[in-house]
Structure formats: C-alpha cells, structure tokens
C-alpha cells in the first residue's frame, strides 16, 4: 500500500488560488498515475485530475479544465493541484488517490483507485 497525504487546503475569496499538495510513501511513485477527487457538502465525490505515471499526460474534468493544473515530480515523491479562478462551487474536501502500479491515464472511475488520502479542505467564498 502507498499512504498518501494531502496539504495545502484553505479558505480563500473568489477568484483567488490555492496549490494542493499530495506526499506518496513508498518508492515506485513513478508506477502509479495519480489523481485528485474532491466531495463536496451533500454530494458525492467527482473525479477532477488525473497525471499519468512519467507526468507527460493529463486529463480534467470540464468543471476545472483551464483553471486547475495537475503536476507531478517523481523525485520528491509528490503531486500537486494548481486552483486558480477558484468558485463558490470549488468548495469541497479534496482527495488524492493512486492507481496502484498503473501509470496510464485511461478510466476515471473511483473504482481504479487503490489507495487514498484522507483529504484537504477547501472553501471559497463568495
């Protein structure tokens, strides 16, 4: 398994900017894509970002296309998540999540995940 830590979370107005932070054990970080999750109030949790293994490929979802950067560097063992124009609608505790020994990009189902953060919190204000 890969214990995985989200940082970064916070309030900020609309339209400001916050940069989520993911910190991986293990070490073959490289081997696993990555991606970020958020859920919010009442809602059921959406996928946002996916990052393959080498960091060359990237996938969003509509909502945060353009606005949110998906980033890796496997030599500190870390992904991160640029918000920028952030929403009232970005509100939400964001998660990370690892497919295990999987680098591609394909599928963005919940289910592929293996293993996950417990979450950081973000809340815009509007």
């Known amino acids: 398994q890969v214990q995985l830590v989200e940082s970064g979370g916070g309030v900020v107005q609309t339209g400001g900017s916050l940069r989520l932070s993911c910190a991986a054990s293990?070490?073959?970080?490289?081997?696993?894509?990555m991606g970020w999750f958020r859920q919010g109030s009442g809602k059921e949790r959406e996928f946002v970002a996916v990052i393959s293994g080498n960091g060359i490929s990237m996938l969003y979802s509509d909502s945060v296309r353009g606005r949110f950067t998906i980033a890796r560097d496997n030599a500190k063992n870390t992904a991160t998540l640029q918000m920028n124009s952030l929403k009232p609608e970005d509100t939400a505790r964001y998660y990370c999540?690892?497919?295990?020994?999987?680098?591609?990009?394909?599928?963005?189902?919940?289910?592929?995940?293996?293993?996950w953060g417990q979450g950081t919190q973000v809340t815009v204000s509007s």
């Open positions: 293990g070490r073959t970080f490289s081997s696993h894509a």
């Open positions: 999540a690892a497919k295990l020994n999987n680098p591609s990009l394909r599928g963005t189902g919940e289910h592929l995940y293996d293993s």
